[in-house]
């Protein structure tokens, strides 16, 4: 049996790295002709790194990253609201790892070209169709070639090409009005060194900001990813390395001095910027036909607003590499995949469009018409801070017991 994965991701990495562990052969297509690092900073969350150490992988991340100390959360004015430890400082088995998106998918690259070989990892092939019998399913690829498999797992993004031959009919991504500018500056580092902050709203501005690398320089700067969200009628095209303009967005934060950040000269000095528009699409009926189904971003695109994106594809990833260990039955394999995941991640869809980790600023926002407030506490109860944030790990996999005490996916 080999499986034939559509997208050379980090979830289709991830799926190669764990077929290869089960034993089970595959391929893996990437449409690009030369892998480039893309996007910029992400976070790995402990229910992401349980399955990425279970991969023999998390030493070489975290030589690659910062592990996250805590998240800290303020209102536009320099107001600490809430914070909490993060990763193995709460508690966790695992670490939160902060790390740029292009290290990620390098030690997944490596780790496939070594452990599977670089020959099974196929460049410049663009898939334009699939065809399946009671036997398999042939790929066709934009370039003349084919190549046939046991399944074909669409890896492939937002844009999947694998997706749209599943739903023809479906629309672009749907444009909720508001946009990002993404980038990485060199700085001191700020707070513990290791704290990811997010502060303001959508309305007045959003920023979040973490460490991704340490110690880059003999100045012992780190480099800091940073995130500014703005609502916008703006509508770019979804593409990992589009430039951004720093005065698209600059005014709304040149104001932003706290804790020992100059947000401002921060922007002023990044290294990189890159625009994104923030969107996701509505939850499908079905991932899986027959001997074809979807993994990630291609499968559950979801607003980038509870550091999930990456971990869910790597969920899927195992989960479905588990199904093809214990059913044999490729087809029914596939259809198990589906029942396990669909929902859950559509949970998490859901939830990043309704309540993310960052509607704490939201009710603060709210509860306080945008202006400081003298005591935290009359305004929102460290309660209710709390069962937000707990009730939002909860739906996306990682309280902290739950993750402890589930069995491997694989």
């Given amino acids: 049996m080999e499986i034939l994965i559509i997208g050379g991701g980090v979830g289709g990495l991830t799926l190669a790295l764990s077929l290869?562990?089960?034993g089970i052969a595959c391929r893996v297509f990437e449409a690009a002709p030369e892998i480039r690092p893309l996007g910029v900073g992400i976070n790995l969350l402990p229910h992401g790194m349980r399955e990425l150490t279970e991969l023999g992988l998390q030493d070489r991340l975290a030589k690659l990253a910062v592990a996250t100390r805590e998240l800290c959360f303020y209102n536009r004015f320099g107001q600490l609201i809430f914070s909490e430890p993060r990763g193995h400082y709460a508690g966790y088995d695992w670490p939160q790892l902060s790390i740029h998106r292009g290290d990620v998918h390098a030690v997944l690259l490596a780790a496939a070209r070594e452990r599977i070989g670089a020959e099974r990892i196929v460049l410049g092939h663009e898939c334009v169709a699939l065809e399946q019998d009671s036997a398999g399913v042939t790929a066709r690829f934009e370039n003349g070639a084919s190549a046939r498999g046991a399944a074909a797992i669409g890896a492939d993004g937002v844009n999947s090409a694998v997706r749209k031959i599943?739903?023809?009919?479906?629309g672009p991504p749907a444009y909720q009005g508001i946009n990002m500018w993404r980038g990485v500056t060199r700085m001191k580092p700020y707070l513990t060194g290791a704290s990811m902050l997010i502060a303001g709203w959508l309305e007045v501005g959003k920023m979040v900001v973490y460490p991704i690398r340490d110690a880059i320089d003999a100045e012992g700067r780190q480099l800091v990813n940073w995130v500014a969200e703005i609502q916008s009628p703006r509508n770019v095209m979804q593409d990992w390395n589009l430039a951004g303009r720093l005065e698209d967005f600059y005014p709304t934060f040149e104001s932003w001095r706290f804790y020992g950040i100059d947000i401002a000269a921060m922007l002023r000095n990044a290294d990189q910027i890159l625009e994104y528009p923030m969107v996701d699409r509505d939850p499908l009926p079905f991932w899986t036909q027959g001997r074809i189904t979807l993994l990630g971003d291609a499968a559950h695109p979801m607003y980038p607003r509870g550091s999930n994106g990456a971990g869910q594809g790597i969920l899927d990833?195992?989960?479905?590499?588990?199904c093809l260990r214990r059913e044999r039955d490729v087809?029914?394999?596939l259809r198990h995949y589906q029942a396990a995941r669909l929902n859950p991640a559509y949970d998490v869809v859901l939830m990043n469009?309704?309540?993310?980790?960052?509607?704490?600023?939201?009710?603060?926002h709210q509860r306080t018409g945008d202006r400081p407030f003298a005591r935290i506490e009359d305004v929102i109860g460290r309660d209710e801070l709390e069962a937000l944030s707990e009730n939002y790990k909860r739906v996306a996999g990682f309280e902290r017991e739950a993750l402890r005490k589930r069995a491997s996916l694989v």
């Fill in 331 to 333: 087809a029914a394999a």
């Fill in 317 to 322: 990833a195992r989960a479905l590499a588990g």
């Fill in 353 to 364: 469009r309704a309540n993310p980790p960052d509607a704490i600023l939201r009710e603060v």
């Fill in 166 to 170: 599943l739903h023809p009919e479906e």
């Fill in 20 to 22: 290869h562990s089960v």
